[in-house]
Nanobody, 125 residues
């Protein structure tokens, strides 16, 4: 059974930074295309960023491009999301997700097979 556990969320002022971590267990993380999604209050879950199995390709939502960086350390089965210049609209629960498939855009929640429990990020103005 694959488990994903997020950590690193918290309260930060606008303009600040946070680094989210996702620990994968039960199977090597190289088996999955990995992503971060988020869900703000009253909104649908939305794509934030994703990274290919060996980390050579990364994809970002337009809203976070240039501010967030996704990375992975396959030796440690870890995925990270470095978030800089945070804005109040980044406030959400952030989820780590793993996708077993090799096709598709990797931008829709339905494509992902495994999910973490989420970590809250709150950005104050």
């Amino acid at each position: 059974q694959v488990q994903l556990v997020e950590s690193g969320g918290g309260l930060v002022q606008a303009g600040g930074s946070l680094r989210l971590s996702c620990a994968a267990s039960g199977r090597s993380s190289t088996a999955f295309h990995m992503a971060w999604f988020r869900r703000a209050p009253g909104k649908e879950r939305e794509f934030v960023a994703s990274i290919s199995r060996v980390g050579s390709l990364t994809y970002y939502a337009d809203s976070v491009k240039g501010r967030f960086t996704i990375s992975r350390d396959n030796a440690k089965n870890m995925v990270y999301l470095q978030m800089n210049n945070l804005k109040p609209e980044d406030t959400a629960v952030y989820y780590c997700a793993g996708d077993r498939s090799y096709t598709g855009t990797h931008r829709t929640p339905d494509q992902y097979d495994y999910w973490g429990q989420g970590t809250q990020v709150t950005v104050s103005s």
